[in-house]
């Protein structure tokens, strides 16, 4: 009697999604992604299609394409997304890129100061720097920053 052939469960389809969508991303085409993940073209496949490979294969996917560690076991695990090496989330259809925290508190600094000079004139800068500081505390507080610790 021949063996059944394994339905890939929902989240090793998705990992499947995440790891054609990065070599995508990278130009790569499967031969090329293959390689950069020194994997044969059979185990390559096998993980874009949802089909069960070895921790060590997960690994070296994650290293050829500049995931961190573990991201792979984590969406097998449940996650739903994927978390490259420079931060960026590689989510189904997308990616999100971690915000350049010192570039928004210029732009959130330069709005508050532009509303300040239109709505409160006889503010100084000192108080607008202060109103900037909370503004930046609040963002913190509901998580669009990282704690200033």
């Given at each position: ?101 010192g ?43 990282p704690?200033?610790?």
């Amino acid at each position: 009697m021949a063996a059944a052939i394994e339905t890939p469960t929902d989240q090793q389809t998705l990992l499947g999604v995440l790891v054609r969508q990065r070599r995508v991303a990278l130009g790569y085409t499967q031969a090329q992604g293959s390689k950069a993940c020194d994997l044969s073209g059979q185990t390559y496949w096998n993980i874009e299609h949802g089909r069960p490979v070895s921790a060590t294969t997960y690994a070296k996917v994650e290293h050829g394409y500049g995931m961190r560690a573990g991201s792979c076991r984590a969406v097998l695990e449940g996650a739903d997304s994927i978390t490259l090496d420079d931060g960026t989330e590689l989510i189904a259809g997308g990616q999100i890129q971690r915000a350049d925290e010192g570039e928004i508190a210029d732009d959130i600094r330069t709005a508050v100061n532009s509303v300040a000079r239109l709505t409160a004139p006889d503010l100084s800068h000192r108080q607008t720097e202060e109103m900037t500081a909370k503004v930046m505390d609040v963002l913190r507080k509901r998580g669009f920053f990282p704690d200033a610790s």
